[in-house]
């Protein structure tokens, strides 16, 4: 007994730390936090109506742009929609709505593609913002786009959101289709996703010295623009003549690959007010 407790006394024995819990795969919190809420400010009163999903970009000069779908900023007419606002998450877990109305003239206004469903506009946020940007180099060319790729879309839909601490909600879907310029997904989607980034989530990510036959990183493959439909039309048994048609949700959306994205924020316009925003 007091060998062994010499012993103990001279060497003693580390106690083993109790490994960290792991973790599921997903997708990592900083994707998530690039996506912003893009709402619609109502009648005083009344409370604001989420109407897409957007989210944030790092300009060559570390500016901040906002990109979403052009149909969800602009009305029938094709002018950019008045009361828009920005729901931006903060630190401790709250969020700041942020009028359109109110941001810097400096900062201009909506940036619209002429052939493109893609509209982008620069932000002006505060040092508690809790977001996370992209940059130029993380969205992927359609033309490296292979039908089958495993993806996951965040987003708003049907307005789901909390105006406490807005979260996206994260759709899985493969690409049933890949164009020269536009992509096909297959994923369950709904209005309030439009504007939504769609992240290339590799189910086998690989690091040097290791090499993969495919990129084995996470990307944003493309922005989501409008689901298609399935149309039926009932026929009157007596006349033989169309009396009501029924539409539902085929599965599958359209999306504006990252080259057709890019195509907007390296725009002559775009570049030429984020070399002026420096030092303002």
Known sequence: MRLLLLFSLLFPVAMAEEPAPL????????????????????????????????????TPNAHVLLVTAKHVVVDANGRVRGQLAYRINQAGSTSLLVSDGALPAV?????LSADS?????????????????????????????????????????????????STPLVRRGVV??????????????????????VFYV?????????????????????????????VETAVSAQTGKPRITFEQHAGLTKVVPGDGILALLTREDVARLDAHLVGH
């Open 23 to 58: 973790m599921t795969e997903g997708i990592e919190d900083d994707w998530l936090r690039t996506v912003v809420s893009l709402e619609v400010l109502g009648a005083s009163g009344t409370a604001p109506a989420s109407i897409g999903t957007g989210f944030l970009v790092k």
């Open 107 to 111: 900062l201009g206004s909506w940036f």
């Open 117 to 165: 469903d893609v509209a982008c506009r620069f932000l002006a946020l505060g040092p508690t913002s809790e977001i996370a940007l992209f940059d130029f180099g993380q969205f992927l060319k359609g033309a490296l786009v292979r039908p089958g790729a495993p993806i996951l879309v965040p987003g708003f839909p049907m307005g789901l959101r909390s105006e406490e601490y």
């Open 176 to 197: 049933a289709r890949s164009a020269a310029r536009e992509l096909l997904i297959d994923a369950a989607l709904f209005p309030g996703n439009s504007g939504g980034p």
């Open 202 to 230: 590799p189910v086998f990510k690989v690091a040097p010295p290791i090499q993969s036959y495919a990129i084995s990183s996470n990307r944003v493959l493309g922005l989501v623009s409008e689901g298609i439909s399935y």
